[in-house]
């Protein structure tokens, strides 16, 4: 082997390791900077930890972005969870956002609980009929 073929080899290698990593982060870097830009800020952290836990963080991202320029207070842990416990977090966002625009006071845990009602009344009816 000549030293031409190693050369070569290492910078492969080097040119791998420097990319690879870019592109895994490219979408992170997308949804934070959007996050950022819109008044919402989320911790880089925050978006892995959803990637990881295998959440709709481009989702939730844009929905956290929909609380906040609605002016309400919602943390981004609560539609994660929201959604991991199987609520309609879109219903629960847009119902709370009606809600204010109406001069409501509605609360996210009655907001995601009537979601999670709402899904679940539609699941029983679906698969078990009017129970006649």
């Given at each position: 082997m000549d030293n031409q073929a190693i050369v070569w080899g290492i910078f492969a290698i080097i040119f791998v390791m420097m990319v690879l990593p870019i592109l895994v982060m490219a979408p992170i870097f997308?949804?934070?900077l959007m996050c950022t830009m819109a008044g919402a800020p989320i911790g880089v952290?925050?978006?892995v930890g959803m990637r990881l836990r295998r959440s709709p963080a481009k989702?939730?991202?844009?929905?956290y972005i929909m609380t906040k320029q609605a002016g309400l207070d919602v943390k981004i842990s609560q539609l994660e969870?929201?959604?991991r416990a199987g609520a309609?977090?879109?219903l629960a966002v847009r119902?709370?956002?009606k809600a204010s625009r109406i001069g409501q006071n509605l609360s996210w845990e009655e907001?995601?609980?009537?979601?999670?009602t709402d899904q679940y009344d539609e699941y029983v009816e679906e698969?078990?009929?009017d129970g006649e």
């Open positions: 997308r949804m934070w952290m925050n978006i989702h939730l991202c844009e929905l969870s929201a959604y309609d977090v879109e119902a709370m956002i907001a995601e609980q009537k979601a999670m698969n078990y009929g």
